[in-house]
């Protein structure tokens, strides 16, 4: 169910700024330029950066293979140097050790790494694996166009996951104040039959939370999916795992721009992002984290979330 008309409703959030900071200002004389583009998904920012980088080597990496298909005939138009693979970030050594010559072992062979931490409204629209509680969709929830049997789905989460894991879930990944509330629902509602799409477990979200907290501008069952994604995918587990990996294979001068969407993912990187600083390994390029400007969120709502922070290695 993935587009595959080469067209992308994703609009890409702070991209001038994320682009801007990626590269030092100096250039090591004429050295190739290596860049990681470790969360490709509309494929907006691996773009920009071969527009205003001629000759640049792009290694992109995306679970979901479709993006790539999609993608392709634009990059070939501009005449790129780009690779796809269809890999989690967290696996980056992997990538570089079958792409590069130097081998996964040999650290310091790229020059920038970019990760766009945010669901891609492509994703979120047309992938049919129940991203959005907007659709009536099967349960599915991963990154991949197509799970293996051995790969945790929201399915499972939801329809086998303890009534106590489940509230840690969803208050620990969701930050919902109702976790617990709603935990007991999904128990109680699952003994009478299967939650099996989203439409089946947005009715017993509803359901669960006191009419009261239903009111607010944001969707009831946000915070909840919001969780589950995040524990069907272990993002955080794989944002902590790529950034270490990201950051060794970073040359020295190399840098690496993270957008994150969530106070989670931002609390993870500015911690990762100071500890290397305070151990005199990088500079923060961004002390503070980079915002969208009024003009972008009123043309796209998903950028009032977003911060970027970039970090240059010693």
């Not at 980056?92 to 081998?103: H, N, Q, R």
């Not at 879930?169 to 109680?188: H, L, N, S, T, W």
């Not at 907290?213 to 944002?239: M, Y």
Request: hydrophobic share 35%.
């Amino acid at each position: 169910m993935t587009n595959t008309e080469g067209v992308t409703r994703h609009k890409t959030v702070l991209l001038n700024e994320a682009i801007e900071g990626l590269f030092a200002p100096q250039k090591a004389g004429n050295e190739k330029l290596i860049v990681v583009d470790g969360t490709f998904g509309g494929g907006g920012h691996s773009l920009e950066i071969c527009k205003k980088n001629p000759g640049v080597k792009i290694i992109a990496l995306d679970q979901d293979k479709g993006v790539f298909i999609k993608a392709k005939s634009k990059f070939k138009e501009l005449g790129c140097d780009i690779s796809f693979h269809e890999a989690n970030f967290r696996n980056l050594d992997k990538v570089l050790g079958a792409e590069l010559p130097f081998g996964s072992s040999a650290p310091k062979t790229v020059n920038g790494i970019i990760l766009d931490l945010g669901l891609s409204s492509d994703q979120l629209q047309s992938s049919g694996r129940g991203f959005s509680f907007m659709r009536d969709e099967p349960l599915i929830m991963t990154m991949k166009e197509n799970p293996t049997p051995s790969d945790v789905t929201a399915y499972e989460v939801v329809n086998t996951w303890g009534e106590e894991s489940l509230a840690d879930v969803i208050y620990g990944y969701g930050e919902e104040r109702q976790a617990r509330r709603i935990a007991g629902a999904i128990a109680k509602a699952r003994k009478k039959q299967e939650i099996k799409t989203t439409f089946d477990l947005v009715k017993v979200i509803e359901e669960a939370i006191p009419a009261r907290f239903r009111k607010s501008k944001i969707h009831c069952a946000t915070k909840t999916f919001q969780a589950i994604r995040i524990a069907v995918n272990d993002e955080l587990g794989a944002l902590s795992e790529g950034l270490e990996k990201g950051f060794q294979t970073l040359k020295e001068g190399g840098r690496m721009s993270v957008i994150s969407f969530h106070s989670l993912e931002d609390r993870i990187v500015k911690r990762f992002f100071k500890k290397q600083a305070n151990e005199k390994k990088a500079i923060l390029i961004s002390k503070k984290p980079i915002t969208a400007g009024k003009e972008e969120i009123k043309n796209n709502s998903r950028a009032r979330s977003a911060k970027l922070r970039i970090i240059q290695k010693i």
